[in-house]
């Protein structure tokens, strides 16, 4: 549980002013020192996972432990960077850290997430003592545990490290190295990323020091409080514009892959006071037997935050959070306790955060967005290449989908999920010079986005022929339980897996798919669409009339959503 | 009697520069004039004038503009229909599907540049390796034909064929069908702009052709009858975003390779300038009302890159097509400074622009920006702005800083001036690390910062300490230096394709048969320009990852790998490259070849600069103009000498604080900055770094 903060301005003991100059320096000399262990990170680490899907996070943090800058490659890694640093400041104890040590683990628990999050973490001194922590978490692609199917339990996903030091007052710790290298799939590449995260951390190190050596730790301590409190001072002001009240919502996940088709419910409480705001996410269910578990319950909380109040503020610090209040008891599906399994913790938050957004919608309505597409929707697909005779292995999917209509705008069409960020589809014409596959189409998903005032995005649809034998496996979730609208706005379209078998469609009524493919057969993936916002009735002829000029409306749909009738050939709206 | 007179003119947003040569007495000549939006040829005519010289005098005419950035920007190009392979119509507004601002709900992907009902499909498909899987159908492009017709106003039609860049016919042969059908219309075809993968870029790039290409070439051709009807009867040719020179006929064609062709020049006359003067690594800093972007000179070579974003990276539309890389940052001399809710000191990224400007200029403008704060620290004269033609007004300066951010924040109005100049300059040198240190290069290596554009030299001195540079170069006439570039540019033709190939698996003939494949398409486009020069020039690089990588590097490759007998003189590029940039090489791993890319260069001949006039280390009583108080962050008040530039000789030394005062421009010279004239005039300022 976070715990609540006086806040630092108008109460308590005076503040020391900072100088205004020095605080701006300071906070762009932060945001300056994590893009570079950004770019640094990504420019030498050996896996794309790094370095093209962005799944990674740098981060400085005080001595407690607090974020005060954090370079995200996802947004959902918000919280688990500051969480992991305290953790290890609990467990060594401050007096047992000392110069030269590099902390490490991927404890799921700790982390919040899957683990092939391996954290690292180098104390900063300045005067003898501890005053920063540089820290790099990075996925591996490989930490050991079974390579296909569903997991039960968190031994099952591969090596847990624990706490441990890396490097010992400067010295490697050789055992650690080697349990590690003993215990992944491909050594070499895991070493490769784990030198990329010590660069990447050194460089946070530099970027510290200089900045102590240039302007003195009193003035650097002092515009750190200050870019917190300031932070701090706008999400006060943003929480303060929120309607005082107790405001509420439920949705629910198809299913944990193990109980197929029994749902799995979310539900959230936000309670709004004054300039502060209470998550409750005790209402969330417990955690489930298959592998989509985390503790990334205060991160779905702090997104959500972050969204609506704080969207611009950087660096993002926890000054922007105190604020923020979280009420989340361990054992529901996003605080899960060992040894609950991990490995797809990422699908449940993302709808947690929806969920947020929609139990505030009756207090402030033109802050929210409707309900998006909510899944990665990517798909494991392997197979014996023609070409060499070789074992392929492709992360298909990743197509981006629909997003939820606003209070005065329509949804983004074909766009990457909450849990992902700067991470880009992967060209079809790279697709297919790598891997015996055809794709027939990539296309925006007509009629997939809610009808509204404001109508949802659109999902998109990608088909794709087998030139070869292949495996296909997909956990996809969202299925059953599609994007919901807003103030009368109507769901969208769900995600839908399907697969073509000589010519013949078959649409799944789930999304946890695992079958083969023969040659010249083929898959279907499709992403939801965002809902709709307001009454569909209300939205403007001219508007609808464009929709359905461009296809993203049917005339069909029109009709059946929207109430009006045009003529096919003139598209001009029938009297009827 | 031949012509010595080449001509440039540089069209910016504020601005149109022109730069005149005469190759014989080495002397060159300048004309500034505000741009004249409406017709944009006025400005180049009235900058000439102002040059004191003439269109038919020249043999030469160069030219750069923003008037195909613009047209995009603005959003006011042709109405394009796009014609797609089947099922791949989307992908334009599809694109990449990242969200790079992640926790803003109202993020905006790219906007595309023709809406979906007039992105239309064509059955036909090739295969990854060029071979036809289904034929191009003529019967379903005659019906795409039949609904552009029944549109009525379709000005211009893109076309992008999946795998075009290995196999062009399909998109030929539809561009002979469509111009035949619609003579009027501008027709352009992805394979002719560029033969890269990446479906969604290389639709955007001929898109964007499209959309600025009716526009474009109208602009052209009324400049070239504007040139002729004033007598010039030379050769006129056009700036693309390389920096490089290409010819009229290309340009019609290849619009949207002309983009960034005034901020490339720039770099341009660094690199020729640093090749003059001897110095092989540099750092190109140019500074104006808006932004400062940062360009790198490299053993004598300014680095290109083969894509960009149009419009930023958030929503921007990407290009595929070569360009100078530049590293921009949103901070400028109208950059406005203010107070966040907060209580947080901000400066940029918005601009005052040129109106109102600057609450110095007196137009209306309240908001305080960095001129302002140059003002305010006596950096700037109130009366010697563009040589005196435009007053500032030194107590709007002071009022808008004091009422928006020094009371607002308890400050003193000093303080809080150079407070701005302080953040300013801060952000700026981001810039410079963000063409350095992200591409793996080491700001260290370079030890010379060139600096123009009209604010460069007046923050350079900062600049260059924040990032402890020993040396700054102020060029002669740094507000006209991208059109003095152009005049020391080169025919340049880049050429490159798509070929997925492992490197161990392809025979070098082959490779080399694939380069003179390119080679020869540019030569014959240096024999189509009809140089006067026969000189070519060919370089080579190749696309490359290591075989299971995603991501591919540009990999020079000097032609000396090629007459080996072997293919590992490539490998080692490869693998060197990988560890400069990306800190580890693999020389055990096999490495794959994307794409094979040439730039062939006309070398043009070059005029010699004049020397200026030789003079003592003491600059005469005459170039002495005068004393005042300027303020230093971090340092306080001095007293400092002014001086006029145009009145140094080569040889003059100036010892900081001091400031050098030219018609659009001010040099500041800070305490401990030593200033020796070199004999073209350049400002060489050693940096007094403690």
């Known amino acids: ?576 | 009697m031949p012509s010595n007179l080449r001509i440039a003119a540089d069209i910016g947003g504020t601005f149109t520069d022109v730069a005149a040569f005469d190759e014989r007495s080495g002397e060159l000549l300048l004309g500034k004039t505000l741009s004249t939006p409406g017709r944009l040829v006025d400005g180049i005519t009235q900058g000439v004038a102002k040059a004191g010289t003439r269109l038919a005098d020249a043999h030469l005419f160069l030219h750069g503009s923003t008037i195909a950035i613009n047209t995009m920007l603005e959003r006011s190009g042709a109405k394009v229909a796009l014609v797609t392979t089947q099922g791949f119509r989307d992908i334009y507004e599809i694109g990449r599907v990242n969200r790079p601002d992640s926790f803003n709900l109202r993020f905006k992907k790219h906007e595309p540049l023709v809406e979906r009902a007039l992105r239309l499909e064509v059955k036909e498909r090739l295969m990854y390796d060029g071979t036809v899987r289904e034929p191009l159908d003529m019967a379903s492009l005659e019906a795409v034909a039949g609904r552009i017709e029944k549109e009525g106003d379709v000005e211009a039609i893109a076309v992008l064929f999946m795998h075009s860049y290995r196999n062009a016919q399909h998109e030929l042969a539809a561009k002979k069908f469509l111009e035949k059908r619609f003579p009027a219309a501008f027709v352009t075809v992805s394979s002719e702009l560029s033969q890269e993968y990446r479906e969604f870029e290389r639709t955007s790039t001929v898109v964007a052709n499209a959309y600025v290409g009716p526009r474009v070439h109208r602009y052209l051709e009324e400049i070239d009858a504007e040139a002729r009807r004033a007598g010039f009867s030379g050769k006129f040719m056009l700036v693309q975003s390389t920096g490089g020179l290409y010819s009229l006929r290309e340009a019609k064609q290849d619009c949207v390779r002309m983009m960034e062709s005034g901020p490339a020049a720039g770099v341009i006359g660094t690199q020729a300038m640093c090749g003059i003067m001897g110095i092989a690594n540099a750092i190109s800093f140019d500074m104006g009302g808006t932004t400062a972007k940062a360009g790198v000179v490299r053993d004598g070579l300014a680095l290109t890159s083969g894509s960009t974003m149009i419009g930023g990276y958030f929503t921007g539309l990407p290009l595929l097509t070569p360009m100078m890389d530049i590293h921009e940052v949103g901070t400028g001399g109208g950059s406005i400074a203010r107070v966040s809710a907060t209580g947080g000191l901000r400066v940029g990224p918005q601009s005052a622009g040129a109106a109102p400007g600057p609450a110095c200029y007196g137009l209306g403008g309240d908001e305080p920006t960095v001129t302002d704060a140059n003002l305010l620290l006596g950096r700037l004269a109130e009366d010697r702005f563009l040589g005196g033609e435009m007053k500032l007004d030194r107590r709007a300066a002071a009022e808008a800083i004091r009422a928006k951010i020094a009371e607002p924040l308890g400050l003193g109005d000093v303080e809080a001036a150079s407070g701005i100049l302080r953040i300013a300059t801060a952000s700026m040198s981001h810039a410079v690390k963000g063409v350095t240190t992200d591409r793996g290069l080491d700001p260290g290596e370079f030890p010379t910062l060139f600096s123009y554009g009209g604010a460069g030299p007046l923050h350079a001195s900062m600049v260059a300490r924040e990032l402890r540079i020993p040396q700054v170069v102020i060029p002669a006439a740094p507000g006209h230096f991208s059109a003095f570039g152009m005049l020391l540019s080169d025919f340049r033709s880049d050429l490159v394709q798509s070929r997925f190939v492992r490197l161990d698996q392809v025979q070098l003939e082959e490779l080399k048969r694939w380069f003179a494949e390119l080679e020869a398409q540019g030569s014959a486009a240096v024999k189509d320009a009809r140089l006067e020069t026969r000189r070519l020039v060919v370089s080579r690089a190749l696309d490359m990852r290591y075989v299971g990588q995603e991501h591919a590097v540009t990999v020079d490759v000097p032609l000396s790998a090629f007459s080996q007998k072997s293919k590992s003189s490539i490998k080692r590029h490869f693998d060197e490259l990988h560890k400069e940039r990306y800190g580890r090489g693999s020389p055990e791993e096999p490495a794959e070849i994307v794409s094979i890319r040439s730039t062939v260069t006309g070398i043009m001949k070059k005029p010699r600069l004049a020397e200026i006039q030789r003079g003592g280390p003491k600059a005469s009583a005459g170039a002495l103009t005068g004393e005042r108080r300027v303020f230093f962050p971090g340092r306080g008040w001095a007293k400092c000498r002014t001086y006029r530039r145009a009145a140094l000789k080569a040889g003059n030394r100036i010892a900081g604080p001091a400031l050098i005062e030219e018609h659009a421009s001010t040099t500041v010279l800070e305490p401990g900055d030593t200033l020796r004239v070199d004999r073209y005039g350049n400002l060489v300022i050693s940096i007094g770094l403690s």
């Open chain 1, 1 to 576: 549980m976070e715990m609540l903060r006086a806040p630092l301005l108008g109460r308590g003991k005076k503040r020391q002013k900072a100088d205004p100059v020095t605080v701006e320096l300071v906070r762009n000399s932060l945001i300056a020192a994590t893009e570079e262990m950004k770019s640094v990170l990504m420019r030498t680490s050996y896996n794309m996972i790094i370095y093209e899907a962005l799944d990674f996070t740098v981060g400085l943090f005080d001595r407690k432990g607090d974020t005060l800058s954090i370079g995200l490659g996802l947004p959902m890694f918000i919280r688990g960077m500051s969480n992991t640093v305290k953790a290890k400041i609990d467990y060594w104890g401050c007096k047992n850290i000392e110069p030269g040590d590099i902390l490490l683990t991927n404890d799921a628990y700790t982390t919040g997430a899957h683990l092939n999050h391996l954290t690292f973490s180098i104390p900063i001194f300045h005067g003898g003592r501890i005053v920063a922590f540089s820290t790099c978490m990075a996925h591996w692609q490989d930490i050991g545990g079974i390579l296909n199917g569903m997991t039960y339990d968190i031994y099952s996903e591969g090596l847990q490290v624990p706490h441990v030091k890396y490097h010992e007052r400067g010295r490697l710790n050789r055992d650690v190295r080697d349990f590690i290298r003993m215990n992944v799939r491909r050594p070499d590449r895991a070493m490769g990323d784990l030198e990329a995260q010590l660069s990447a951390c050194r460089v946070g190190v530099k970027h510290v020091e200089a900045l102590l050596a240039r302007h003195g730790a009193a003035a650097v301590q002092a515009s750190l409080d200050d870019i917190m409190a300031q932070s701090e001072a706008e999400a006060r002001l943003q929480v303060a514009a929120i309607p005082d009240g107790v405001y509420e919502a439920e949705s629910q996940m198809d299913d944990d892959g193990v109980d197929i088709g029994r749902p799995v419910p979310i539900r959230v409480k936000v309670i709004v006071k004054g300039e502060e705001m209470t998550v409750d996410l005790s209402g969330v269910s417990p955690q489930v037997k298959g592998f989509y578990n985390s503790n990334a319950g205060v991160a779905c909380a702090q997104v959500a935050f972050k969204c609506l109040a704080l969207p611009g503020d950087y660096p993002i610090n926890d000054g922007g959070f105190r604020p923020l209040k979280v009420i989340l008891p361990p054992g529901t599906v996003v605080s899960a306790l060992h040894p609950a399994p991990y490995r797809v913790w990422m699908t449940y938050p993302m709808t947690v955060v929806d969920t947020i957004f929609k139990a505030l919608a009756p207090a402030i309505p033109e802050r929210v967005i409707a309900g998006h597409h909510a899944d990665l929707l990517t798909a494991n697909i392997n197979g014996i290449h023609p070409r060499d005779g070789r074992l392929w292995l492709y992360l298909g999917g990743l197509i981006g989908g629909g997003w939820g209509a606003k209070s005065d705008e329509d949804g983004m069409n074909g766009t990457i999920c909450m849990n992902d960020g700067d991470t880009h589809n992967g060209p079809s014409e790279q697709v297919e010079n790598k891997f015996p596959l055809l794709v027939h189409r990539y296309e925006l998903r007509g009629d997939s986005g809610g009808a509204g005032r404001w109508r949802g995005g659109l999902g998109t649809e990608v088909e794709v022929e087998a030139l070869a034998p292949i495996n296909y496996m997909t956990r996809s979730d969202r299925v059953v339980n599609p994007p919901w609208g807003l103030n009368g706005g109507r769901h969208a379209k769900g995600n839908r897996i399907a697969i073509r078998r000589k010519g013949e469609l078959t649409v799944f009524p789930g999304g946890k798919v695992d079958t083969k493919l023969a040659k010249g057969d083929a898959y279907i993936m499709s992403t939801g669409g965002g809902g709709g916002f307001g009454d569909p009735r209300d939205r403007p002829i001219e508007t609808l009339k464009r929709d359905v000029r461009q296809g993203y409306v049917s005339l069909e749909s029109a009709w059946k959503d929207y109430g009006v009738r045009f003529d096919p050939e003139t598209l001009e709206p029938s009297a009827e």
